[in-house]
C-alpha cells in the first residue's frame, strides 16, 4: 500500500492515550517469570534503540502501518492505573493482529517515542520537529507503565546507563536478578572447565591409542620377522632332510648293487671253485692224499710199499696182462694132487694200489720242507734301553747316572740308583703288571720319599722319568696310577703354590724368613709347571671314562686347587689348572670332591662349587701379576687366560648340575654381564684384523675380543634360556654396579651390529641372541626408545631416510618464524 494514501491530519483522530495502551500491551506480554532473567547473546539481528527511538529489524518486511479505524471513544481509566481488564495477546509478537501492527519506523511514531525517550547520554542534537507535529511536544512525560517498558527493554539488550532510572527506584536492577546471573556466570565457567578437562582427555585417549598402535606395529613386526625366520627354518631343515634323503638313498642304492655284484661274483667263484675241485678229483684220482697246510709242520714219512692185499705172497706175484694169463689158464689144467695155490700170474684182477703214484711220491720226495720258528718280541728290551739312555733334557747326563748322585739323608751309603735297581731286580713279576708300570711304581715310591724326608734335589729327575715311562702307554694303564700318582703330585704342587698365594694375601708374610727358605730351598728344585703338565696327563687319561674322572678328584685337595686360581700364580700354570677343572664338570659335582661321609657332607661340598665359582668369575676380570724376574704379561696372554675361564664356564653349562649352580650364584650374571660391556668397549678401541697379513700360529687381539664376546653372550643366552625360572635378572644385574646400563649398552650394540670392520667376527646366531634377550627384557615402550636412539638417518638398521631428514628441518624452519 502506497504511504500517499495517509496523511498527518490521520494521526490527529487518534485518541492520546491510544499509544499507552499499546506500550502496556506491548510490555505485559514480553515480560518473563522472575528468576528467569538471563543475559542473551548479542547478535547482529539483535532489538536495538538507535538515535532514531525503538526499532525492530523484522518490521522492516511488513506491510506499512495502517492506523486504526476510528471509533467510539472509550472511558479512559484514570492516570496510572491500569486497564480494567487486559485482553489476551494474540498470536502476534505483542498481541495485535495484522492489521493493528504499528510501524515504528514512520516518522510520527519515531518523532513521538524519541520525544518521550529520556537522552541517556545521547551527544548528538535531535533533528528539527517539523511543524505538523508540533502538537506532540506539548504531550506530557512518559506514565510509569511506559517507563517500565523501556527500562524492561534496557536490560533485557544490555544497554542500561547507570543512574538513568533513578527517579524511579521500582525499575532500578534487583539483587536476585544480579545473583541469577553470577550464577550462570559461574556455571558457565564450570561447564567451560569441564570442557577443558574434557578436551584433556580426549587428547590423553588419542595419545594412548596412538601408543598402542605402536606396541601393535612392533609385536606385528616382531611376529612378521619370527613367522619369516621360522619359514626360513623349515626350508633349509627341508631343503637338508631332502639332501640327506636323497644322500642317504644314492649310498642305499650303491651300497644295493655293490651286494649283487657281490653276489654274483661269489656265484661264479663258486662255480669256479667247483669246476676246479672237479678238475683236480679227475686228475689226481681218489687216492691222492690232501696236501698239508703251508702253516703247519709236518715229518717226512718213509716210502714204503704196501702188500697187494690179495691172499698171496707178494714174491710170487708177477705183473702179467689180464689176457696173458686168461690165455694160460686155458691151455693149462691143474693136475690132481698139486696144491691148489693159485699162481700170481694167473689171477685175473689187477692188483690193488694203496700208495701215491709214483709221479706224485716223485715230486714229493723233491720238496723241501722249510720249519719256521716264530719270535714274540714284547718291548720290554727296547723299552729298558729307552729308560737306561733317558736325560732330562739335551746336555744333561744320563738319569740312571744321575741317581747316583743323590742318596736320602737317613742313609746317605745307598744311592737312589741302587734303590732304584734293587727295586727292578728283586720285585716279583706279575702277568698283570707292565714294565713301565712297575718302573713307575717304584719312581712314585721314591718320589714320595723324597717328600717325607723333604729331599727336593732329585724330584725332577723321577718326574721326568715317570712321565717318559708312561708317554707311549696306552690310558688303561696310565689310570693304574691315579691313587698313588694324583696325592704326591698334588702335594708336591703345594709346597709352592700355596705359599704364593698366602703371600699376595699377606704382605707380611712376603717379606718373612719362612717364604724366602721356601723360595730358595723348595721352589729352587720344583718345577710346578711340569707338575701341573703330568697331573694334567694323568687327568686327561682319566677323563675317558666317567668312573675314572670321579677318582681323579676325590684325590684333589680343594685348598690346592683354589690356590691355583689365585691371580699371583704364573699364568701359564693358571692356564694348565683351567684346563684341568674343566674335566670335573659332573652330573652331580663340580670340582674336588669332598670325600667325607659326614650329615654336612653335602653342604661342604656346594660350598666348596660356590667357592670355586666365585674364583672362576673373578678372574675374568683379575690382572694376573708376573714374576719379578719376568716382563709382563701382555694383552694377548691375558685374553687367552679369560677364554680359557670362558671355557670352563661354557663346559659347567653341559649339565643340568653345572647351569643351576649358575645360574643361582648371585653374581655370576652380573659379571658376566660386566664382562661382556668391557670387551665390547675394548673391541672398538682395538686395531681390526681385517685385510691385516695374519702371524703364523698366533692370533690377533681383535679375534681374541670377538670370541670373548662370542663366547659370553651363549653363555647369558643358554642361562637366561634354560634357567629362567630360577633367574631374576634385574635382581642379578643389581649385584653389579651400573649392571642394568651395562646390560642395555652391550647388547643393543651386539644386537644392532652391522659386523664390520670392527665387529668383523661377530656370529650371526649371537646376534640373533642379542636381540631376543633384549626382546624378553624390555618393554615395547623401552624397546621403541632403544630402536630410535641406535638407527642412523643413512644406517643400514635406521629407518629414517636422509629425504626424511631433510623434511624434518625444512618444517622446523618454517616453524622457526612463528
Known amino acids: 500500500m502506497d504511504e500517499d494514501d495517509y496523511g498527518d491530519d490521520d494521526l490527529d483522530a487518534i485518541p492520546d492515550n491510544t499509544l499507552q495502551q499499546l506500550e502496556h500491551t506491548a510490555f505485559t506480554s ?23 527511538g525503538l ?88 506514565d510509569p507503565e511506559t517507563e517500565a517498558a523501556f527500562a524492561a527493554a534496557d536490560a533485557e539488550l544490555g544497554a542500561q546507563v547507570p543512574e538513568q532510572w533513578k527517579h524511579a527506584p521500582h525499575l532500578q536492577p534487583r539483587a536476585d536478578e544480579n545473583a541469577d546471573v553470577s550464577a550462570l556466570q559461574a556455571r558457565l565457567a564450570e561447564l567451560e572447565t569441564e570442557q577443558a578437562h574434557l578436551r584433556q582427555s580426549e587428547q590423553e585417549a588419542r595419545n594412548a591409542a596412538l601408543r598402542k598402535e605402536g606396541e601393535i606395529a612392533i ?36 651300497q644295493r648293487k655293490e651286494r649283487e655284484k657281490m653276489e654274483t661274483d661269489n656265484r661264479f667263484l663258486q662255480h669256479d671253485l667247483a669246476q676246479e675241485a672237479e678238475r683236480t678229483k679227475r686228475l689226481t684220482g681218489p687216492g691222492k692224499a690232501r696236501a698239508a697246510p703251508t702253516g703247519r709242520v709236518e715229518t717226512p714219512r718213509k716210502n714204503k ?19 696173458k694169463s686168461r690165455e694160460k689158464s686155458r691151455e693149462q689144467t691143474p693136475k690132481v694132487g698139486a696144491k691148489r695155490k693159485r699162481p700170481a700170474q694167473d689171477s685175473p684182477v689187477a692188483p690193488l694200489s694203496f700208495s701215491r703214484p709214483a709221479a706224485e711220491e716223485s715230486v714229493e720226495q723233491q720238496q723241501v720242507v722249510v720249519e719256521q720258528v716264530v719270535v714274540q718280541d714284547d718291548g720290554r728290551y727296547a723299552f729298558m734301553q729307552r729308560m737306561m739312555n733317558h736325560r732330562p733334557y739335551e746336555g744333561h747326563e744320563r738319569t740312571v747316572e744321575a741317581l747316583t748322585k743323590h742318596a736320602f739323608p737317613s742313609n746317605t751309603k745307598k744311592s737312589l740308583n741302587s734303590l732304584l735297581m734293587d727295586d727292578i731286580a728283586f720285585s716279583v713279576h706279575s702277568s698283570e703288571t707292565t714294565l713301565p708300570l712297575k718302573l713307575s711304581q717304584i719312581m712314585l715310591k721314591l718320589w714320595r720319599r723324597c717328600l717325607e724326608e723333604k729331599y727336593f734335589n732329585a724330584i725332577y729327575l723321577l718326574l721326568d722319568m715317570v712321565r717318559c715311562a708312561l708317554r707311549l ?24 703354590a700355596i705359599p704364593v698365594a698366602r703371600a699376595s694375601l699377606y704382605p707380611s708374610y712376603a717379606s718373612s724368613p719362612e717364604y724366602q727358605s721356601i723360595q730358595t730351598d723348595v721352589a729352587a728344585h720344583i718345577d710346578v709347571d711340569e707338575m701341573l703338565d703330568f697331573l694334567k696327563q694323568l687327568c686327561d687319561a682319566a677323563s675317558l671314562r666317567a668312573l675314572n674322572v670321579e677318582l681323579f678328584w676325590r684325590h684333589v685337595e680343594f685348598t690346592s ?61 683379575d690382572m694376573p701379576e708376573a714374576p719379578k724376574d719376568e716382563p709382563a704379561y701382555t694383552s694377548r696372554e691375558i685374553y687367552e687366560l679369560r677364554i680359557e675361564v670362558l671355557g670352563v664356564l661354557k663346559a659347567l653349562c653341559l649339565n643340568e648340575h653345572g647351569g643351576l649352580l649358575l645360574s643361582q650364584y648371585r ?23 681385517l685385510g691385516l697379513t695374519p702371524i703364523p700360529n698366533e692370533r690377533s687381539i681383535h679375534s681374541l675380543l670377538i670370541e670373548t664376546v662370542n663366547t659370553t653372550v651363549r653363555l647369558i643366552y643358554h642361562l637366561l634360556r634354560t634357567h629362567s625360572e630360577s633367574i631374576n635378572l634385574q635382581q642379578r644385574l643389581c649385584a653389579v654396579k651400573g649392571g642394568y646400563h651395562k646390560f642395555l649398552i652391550s647388547m643393543t650394540r651386539i644386537a644392532f651390529s652391522d659386523r664390520f670392520v670392527l665387529e668383523e667376527g661377530l656370529d ?34 635406521g629407518t629414517r631416510t636422509e629425504k626424511d631428514t631433510e623434511s624434518e628441518g625444512d618444517e622446523a624452519m618454517e616453524e622457526e618464524p612463528g
Open 561 to 621: 686347587m683354589l690356590g691355583m686360581l689365585n691371580k699371583a700364580q704364573p699364568i701359564s700354570q693358571i692356564t694348565t689348572a683351567l684346563q684341568i677343572l674343566a674335566t670335573s664338570t659332573l652330573t652331580t659335582t663340580f670340582g674336588p670332591i669332598y670325600q667325607s661321609v659326614d650329615e654336612d657332607g653335602a653342604q661342604r661340598q656346594l660350598k666348596q662349587e660356590r667357592d670355586t665359582i666365585e674364583r672362576l668369575t673373578s678372574l675374568l676380570f
Open 764 to 797: 650371526e646366531e649371537v646376534v640373533e641372541a642379542a636381540h631376543q634377550i633384549l626382546d624378553s627384557v624390555l618393554s615395547p615402550e623401552e624397546g621403541e626408545a632403544i630402536v630410535k636412539a641406535v638407527e642412523t638417518p643413512r644406517g643400514t638398521k
Open 55 to 142: 526499532s525492530r529489524a523484522g518490521n522492516a518486511n511488513r506491510n506499512g502501518w495502517r492506523p486504526p479505524q476510528p471509533r467510539k471513544a472509550t472511558p479512559l481509566p484514570a492516570h496510572n492505573a491500569p486497564p480494567a481488564s487486559v485482553p489476551e495477546p494474540p498470536s502476534s509478537d505483542y498481541g495485535f493482529d495484522d492489521e493493528d501492527v504499528i510501524d515504528l519506523d514512520e516518522p510520527s511514531t519515531v518523532a513521538q517515542s524519541t520525544s518521550a525517550l529520556p537522552t541517556r547520554g545521547r551527544t548528538e542534537p535531535s533533528p528539527p520537529v517539523p511543524a505538523r507535529n508540533a502538537q506532540f511536544r506539548a504531550k506530557p512525560p512518559l
Open 30 to 52: 514480553t515480560q518473563r517469570a522472575k528468576g528467569n532473567v538471563f543475559k542473551p547473546q548479542q547478535k547482529a539481528s539483535i532489538q536495538t534503540y538507535g538515535n532514531t
Open 473 to 496: 702307554e696306552l690310558s688303561e694303564t696310565v689310570v693304574l696310577l691315579l691313587e698313588e700318582a694324583v696325592p704326591i703330585c698334588v702335594r708336591t704342587i703345594d709346597l709352592v
Open 667 to 689: 653374581t655370576a650374571i652380573g659379571r658376566l654381564i660386566r664382562f661382556l660391556d668391557g670387551q665390547v668397549c675394548k673391541l672398538y678401541d682395538t686395531r681390526p684384523s
Open 305 to 323: 710199499r704196501t702188500g697187494l692185499g690179495d691172499g698171496f705172497d707178494d714174491d710170487e706175484v708177477r705183473m702179467v696182462s689180464p689176457s
Open 219 to 254: 609385536v606385528r613386526a616382531n611376529q612378521e620377522k619370527a613367522t619369516k625366520e621360522y619359514e626360513r627354518r623349515i626350508a633349509v631343515m627341508q631343503k637338508l632332510h631332502a639332501d640327506e634323503a636323497a644322500k642317504q638313498k644314492a649310498e642305499l642304492e650303491a
